[in-house]
Structure formats: C-alpha cells, structure tokens
C-alpha cells in the first residue's frame, strides 16, 4: 500500500457494519467503539461474551461481532457471574445503563463486585431512563426535570443521587473502578485509556473492573447535543467527579 | 454401585453429578439446604462448580449466564425461592435454554410455612413467570426415584432445550431411604449443541436471547416453542398404574409422596376386600391427560378421587382429562399438614356409601 493510501482509521473489527439505532447526539455510539477498540487492541474479539442490559443499549448485540447474552433488566452481573465461572477463560463484560444498574440491578451488581467477580462492567450514567422516554432514574440530578418529576427532583422525596464509583469503592474487593465522562474529545482519550484499563485487568485475572462513563441523552434532556455537552460538564462533573475510585494495585495495602 | 441410605436431598445432589452436571447455584431455604450443603464439599471433588448467590434473583440469573456455555447447570430451592426465579426461567424458556430447576415444596402462599406441600402444581405445571411457555415438570415419589427423575431431567432439558422442573414435597427432601446409583448415566445421544455462546471463532455471533421487537418474529418464537410442547406431550408422559384392576370401582389420582400415603390406604383396603386403583403421573407437564381419561371411563370405574397436598390444583387438570364422563371426587390437605392414610381411607368410604345409595336409588 502506498504512503498516501494507508488506512489511519477504520471500523474497529469487534463492530459490525450495522447502523446503529441511537438518536443524534448521543454518546452510545462512542462508548461502544471504545469498547470494541479495547478488544480489538488486545486482540480477544473472538474470545469475548457480551452481556446486553435492558434500556437505550438493548440492542448493542447487533452493533458488535461478539457472542453476546441479552440479560433481563438489571440482571447482566448476574448472567456474567454464571457465564464467567463456567468459562474462566473467556472475556466478558455487561454493558449498563444507570436505570439498569443503579435501580433495578443495585443487588447484582454491589455482589458481583463484592465477590470479585472477573469481568468488566460498562456504566452508561446519563442520569435518565432513556429508552423509556426520559423518567427519573436514581442517578437524576437534584432539580433535574424528568417525566416523572416534572418540577425536578425533588431530593427532600426522592433522595440524592447515588454515585455508583463512590458505593463500589467502600467494598474491598473489587479490582479497578473509575469515572470517565466522553463529552470532549480530551475525555474520550481519557475514557479510552481506562476502558482499555479495566479489560487488561479482567485479563491479568485482578479481578471486578467497572468503569461509569458519564453520558449525555440530548433526547430526553430537551437539548442540542452541544447543549448537552455543555450542560454534562456544568451539571454531571461537579456532582459525579471524575477519577480513579479504587486500583487494585494501589488498595492492596488496604485490604 | 451399591445400595446407600441417603437422604433426599443429598441424593439428588449427588444424580445431578451423575448426570454431568458442572455448575451449581444456589441460596439457602429450608426444606432443601442440605443439597447446598452437600455441594459445597462434592463440587470441589469432582473439579464442578459450586457458588451461593446473593439471591434467588440473582441465582437464576446466574444460571442463565452458566447454561448459555452449554454445559450441565442447576439450582434447588423451595417455594418462596422458586417464585423469585421466575423471571430468568421466562426467559430461559424463551430462549430456549436447558437447565433444571428443583423446587422442594413447602406450604405457601406467602411465606407460608415450611413443612412438605403441593401447592406450588398450578405454579410450576401452568407457566409460573410471563410469557407463552410450558416447563416439563417431574414429580418423583421416593428418594430412587428422585435419583433416576434428575438425571433424566438434565438429558430432557438438553433434548428440548428448555428448563426442567423437579418437584418434590418437603417429605422428598428430609426423608432418608435406601437408593442406588448408576455407575455411568446411560442416555440416548442427543444433537451437539450447535447454540451455545463460546466466542464468535470464525463464525457469526451467537446472540441468546429471547427478545424479538418484531411481532411476527416473536410469535414465531411462541410457535417454535409451542411445538416442542407438543413433541413432550407424544413423547415425555410417564406415569405408573397401583393395583388397577377390573374390580376397582374407584380410580385415585395422586402424585409424589402423596401417592405412596395413598398406596398404604389402597393395600390396607384391599386386606378388608375393598379394590381400589390408582393413577399416578409422574410428568405432570406433559400431563398424561388421555391416560387418565382412559382409565376413568373404564365400565367398572363409578369415581375419581384426587388426592393432593393443595386446595384442588392438580384436580382441575384431572377434570379436563375425565371430560365430566365421571364424577372427580376430591380430597386435600394443605399447608403442611400430611393426609394419614386413614383419611384417605374414609374418603373412599364415603364414596362407597355414596355409591350403594345411588345403585339403590337407581333400582327403586
């Protein structure tokens, strides 16, 4: 191939060629490709079991060139505990949204992390049920206007919002759990870097990784996705900050 | 191999590793701890897997994740347990993955309580969690049967690619006798698991899962589904004939343990000349529905007593079955409390009474 032809950037080979069916803005679509350029790099593709959620995200097994299981709302640490266990030798990972793992799946999820479990989590926070069409989820921030609280959350009936990272890292066991945000570019090399991160570590065997990425829904946030972007970053950072909650090599003296 | 006394639950344990099983889930509830218990030790032995989950929830979900590797996984767990995994047996069902699922049955509803019932017949033979699906539900009667019904659940599940259900009463899971083991499960060859999620290596993904947003490819699935229902009705009914003869005027129909209490009855009657038979399904999904009709219409038969640990469950099945060509009479303890033999007893007698009055009524 000549100098002036060589492809620099292409379709990640963990992706199919299917369009997704993600609304404009979002950030599904750049998450997924970290996440597919996270197999591809370390070269597991064909030895990777995905583990899809209930939400926005449902549909992710047709988007990526690896076997996956469709779990029941909540459940995906559950079926990855079982898968895992009977096939150590496998990569696996959920992929979840914040209804789906901070609601529903809190249980699964605080046990899975809590034995140790050897795979890696994808948290999609957009502080919303997307699929659903924009209801409160317990990651909504305080005053933030959802369909089912339309004079915005109201903390003094709802409570706080639950910052997962933070929940996770009381636990002593879990490996490797870190909040990145993907609305600048900046942070997308960031987030890539610490997909990358948690998947090497699930294959050095350290046991439970989850990184929570901080995502936008311009859709059921009313926005542009400039807007949107903007909004993450004056709005999600200050109350969910960004960092690296727990490194297992970095905890092994706490435990 | 010999013949060991062993206590039900441990013995069911120990067929499921007969059977190839390599993966077990669980969450303890009484009646059926023991089988956790006794896993915890022999799973290491035999280099299987053994983990106790955070919840039945969980513990099924967990299942379905093990049972997607086409390997040999199971769970026990009783009532209150079972109603919690409905969820990920729906969606086993629907996509169309083998496991098999024991539930030692306590009283419910609700917490209930936890000594030996058959309350949970509607909940395990008539769908249990949502959704157009069936499971093949086995009911043994004695720990030996117990034993052979597992390993034959684990090749059915393979077989059909569906969920197995073992129900037993508490009676099944606390009771020792005398069983034997096969030194090899002997099973007929089934199709290599072609399905299973094991890396997408130089072939399209397998996605399993029991999602399908277009209608007509959703009520394909139910089709699909719904002729490997058909397929167990023509070829999974069992069931076991006591004492029917031509002298019984009456036809029990009664299931698991309760079966054998209705066996001392029937013996016992039969010392004081009063012939009784019975009918006892063994599937109760696929329940043997023209058998029983079979049996009921024959000209010596007057009635058809039910006996069962629930408030007419199983009845209603036996019902459709008799097709109202003759009375289906009922008796049932619930809750915990065990039928003796002597109330089965006086039922019958009471349904010979009802009887000569009728002959006598005829005849004036």
């Known amino acids: ?255 | 191999m010999a013949r060991v006394l062993m206590k039900g639950n441990e013995a069911i344990a120990e067929a499921a590793l007969k059977a190839g099983a390599e993966g077990y889930f669980c969450y303890p509830i009484t009646p059926q701890s023991e089988v956790a218990e006794y896993l915890a030790k022999r799973m290491d032995e035999v280099g299987g897997l053994f983990l106790q989950g955070e919840s039945e929830l969980a513990v099924a979900n967990m299942l379905f994740g093990a049972a997607s590797t086409g390997k040999r996984v199971f769970t026990t767990s009783s009532s209150p347990g079972i109603s919690l995994m409905q969820e990920a047996i729906s969606y086993m069902a629907g996509a169309q993955l083998p496991c098999v699922i024991v539930n030692i049955m306590r009283g419910g509803p609700g917490l209930g309580g936890i000594l030996p019932a058959q309350s949970d017949y509607f909940q395990s033979v008539k769908g249990g969690g949502h959704g157009d699906y069936r499971l093949l539900v086995l009911a043994p009667s004695t720990i030996q049967e117990s034993v052979d019904l597992m390993m034959l659940a684990f090749h059915l599940a393979d077989k059909y690619r569906n969920p197995v259900m073992m129900i037993g009463d508490g009676m099944i899971g606390q009771m020792m006798e005398p069983v034997e083991f096969p030194d090899h499960y002997e099973e007929p060859e089934l199709p290599e698991k072609s399905w299973v999620a094991t890396g997408a290596v130089g072939r399209k993904p397998h996605v399993i899962k029991s999602l399908f947003l277009d209608p007509y490819m959703l009520e394909k699935n139910s089709w699909e589904l719904h002729e490997k229902y058909d397929q167990m009705k023509k070829e999974e009914v069992r069931y076991e004939l006591y004492k029917v003869s031509a002298k019984n005027k009456i036809m029990i129909v009664s299931y698991g343990t309760t079966a054998r209490i209705c066996q001392t009855a029937i013996d016992q009657l039969e010392k004081e000349g009063i012939s009784v038979g019975m009918f006892r399904p063994i599937t109760l999904f696929p329940f043997p529905e023209p058998q029983i009709h079979k049996e009921a219409i024959k000209k010596n038969i007057n009635d058809v007593l039910v006996v069962e640990m629930s408030t007419a469950q199983m009845m209603e099945d036996v019902e459709k079955a008799v097709l109202g060509k003759k009375p289906v009479n009922f008796f049932g303890r619930t809750g915990g409390v065990v039928p003796a033999p002597e109330e089965v007893k006086e039922q019958i007698m009471m349904l010979i009474e009802k009887q000569k009055k009728t002959k006598a009524k005829k005849k004036a």
């Open chain 1, 1 to 255: 191939m000549d100098q002036q032809n060589q492809t620099i950037f292409a379709r990640p080979d963990a992706m199919t060629e299917t369009v997704t069916h993600y609304c404009p803005g979002c950030t599904h679509g750049i998450i997924h490709r970290l996440v597919a350029e996270a197999l591809d790099d370390l070269g597991v593709r064909e030895n990777t079991l995905g583990v899809a959620p209930v939400g926005c995200s449902v549909l992710i097994y047709n988007y990526f060139d690896t076997d996956f299981l469709e779990a029941p709302h909540g459940r995906a640490p559950a079926l990855a505990t079982g898968f895992k266990r009977m096939r150590p030798d496998m990569v696996v990972f959920t992929y979840q949204g914040d209804g789906d793992l901070a609601s529903i799946g809190m249980s699964e999820i605080i046990h899975a992390a809590n034995r140790g479990e050897k795979f890696t989590t994808i948290f999609v926070n957009n502080t919303i049920y997307g699929m659903t069409g924009g209801q409160m989820a317990p990651t909504t921030l305080p005053g933030q206007v959802t369909t089912t609280c339309p004079a915005g959350r109201d903390v003094s009936r709802t409570g706080y919002p639950i910052r997962m990272v933070e929940l996770l890292a009381a636990l002593a066991t879990p490996a490797y759990l870190q909040r990145v945000s993907v609305h600048t570019p900046q942070h997308i090399i960031q987030a890539k870097k610490a997909v990358r991160k948690a998947f090497e570590y699930q294959l050095e065997d350290r046991g439970f990784s989850l990184i929570e990425l901080l995502s936008t829904c311009p859709t059921n946030w009313g926005m542009t996705p400039s807007e949107a972007s903007k909004w993450l970053a004056e709005n999600l950072l200050p109350y969910y900050p960004l960092g690296c909650y727990k490194d297992f090599d970095k905890a092994e003296g706490d435990k």
